[in-house]
């Protein structure tokens, strides 16, 4: 058989994370780099992980900025740049018509930064490490959206001349507490939790899938390789989430 059509090897916990994905009143999705890989956006960790020789440790984080600002936003810009050319994928889509069959029951939380979930169609998202379509001022309280705008290799602030910024969540700094209040409570509150794509190594975001497991839900994870959240899973689809999160919905019917 067509590689492409041959699920054998994730058959049995492929029915089964549609029965559980088709029982739930309330499903909430954590999405990490993952689900863009086959967007062709680079994940952080693993084969091709690194940037120019740099951990994105030293990159994502306010000590790197204050720093070498240019070297941040150099790294900033190139991936702005990949903006204009990627496209959603098969599996961001799937997760669009999850969303479109539970309604307000359904709540995507992503750790990307793409915006490629609302492109696929999804509403209900939380972007809890922000965007990086968005920049704003490193000193006041300035933010803007400039989708598609190539910016300078060090941008201003137009209110306060300061450096203006990726308004993205870097290592040491707090998520939005507005956004991940609302992604704690879609967490306890859900029947069924759905990981993709995540190494489920960065805090707090990694959190979420012991809490959703432990309020009860069942936990479903999608992954082309193990990860600490695997041990959590009750199913784990092994395999590009390209692939097996449209099959899913598939089985649904
Ligand atoms: C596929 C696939 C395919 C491939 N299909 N799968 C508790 C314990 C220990 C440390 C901490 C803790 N709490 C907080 C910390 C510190 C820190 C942290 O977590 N450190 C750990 C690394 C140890 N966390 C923070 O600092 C956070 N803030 C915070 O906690 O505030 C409170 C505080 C303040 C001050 C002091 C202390 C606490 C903020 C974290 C912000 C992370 N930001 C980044 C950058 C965002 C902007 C940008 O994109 O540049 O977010 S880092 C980077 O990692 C990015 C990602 O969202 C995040 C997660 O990565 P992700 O998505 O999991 O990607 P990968 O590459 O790791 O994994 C991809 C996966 O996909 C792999 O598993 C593949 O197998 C799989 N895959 N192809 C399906 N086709
Ligand atoms: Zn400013």
């Keep these: 058989m067509h590689a492409s059509l041959d699920f054998s090897e994730n058959d049995a916990a492929l029915d089964q994370a549609a029965e559980l994905v088709r029982a739930a009143k309330r499903l909430a999705v ?22 120019e020789g740099h951990r994105v440790e030293e990159v994502a984080c306010p000590e790197a900025f204050a720093r ?30 999850l969303e479109a069959r539970l309604g307000s029951g359904f709540t995507l939380i992503t750790q990307n930064i793409d915006g490629l979930h609302a492109r696929a169609g999804n509403r209900n998202v939380l972007e809890v490490h ?26 201003e602030c137009p209110a306060c001349g300061a450096l203006l910024r990726p308004d993205v969540v ?3 700094e707090l998520l939005p507490p507005s956004i991940w209040q609302a992604a704690v409570e879609a967490t306890t509150r859900c029947d069924c939790f759905l990981v993709v794509g995540t190494s489920a190594q960065v805090y707090p975001a990694a959190g979420l899938i012991q ?11 999608c992954n082309t390789e193990e ?13 590009p989430s390209g692939r097996m999160l449209p099959e899913v919905v598939r089985r649904m019917g």
């Excluded at 990490?32 to 062709?40: D, H, P, R, Y």
């Design 30 to 51: 954590l999405t990490g780099a993952g689900i863009s890989a086959e967007s062709g956006v680079p994940t952080f960790r693993g084969a091709g992980g690194l940037w």
């Design 68 to 97: 070498d600002p240019l070297l941040v936003w150099r790294f900033y810009n190139l991936r702005r740049k990949a903006l204009r050319t990627i496209e959603p994928n098969d599996g961001h889509r799937a997760l669009a018509a």
């Design 130 to 155: 922000g965007r990086l379509s968005r920049v704003k001022c490193s000193r006041c309280r300035y933010v803007e959206d400039r989708p598609g705008v190539e910016l300078p290799e060090l941008p």
């Design 170 to 172: 870097w290592f040491g």
């Design 211 to 221: 809490q959703a497991q432990q309020a009860g839900a069942a936990v479903i994870e």
């Design 227 to 239: 990860t600490p959240a695997s041990v959590l899973a009750d199913v784990v689809l092994r395999g």
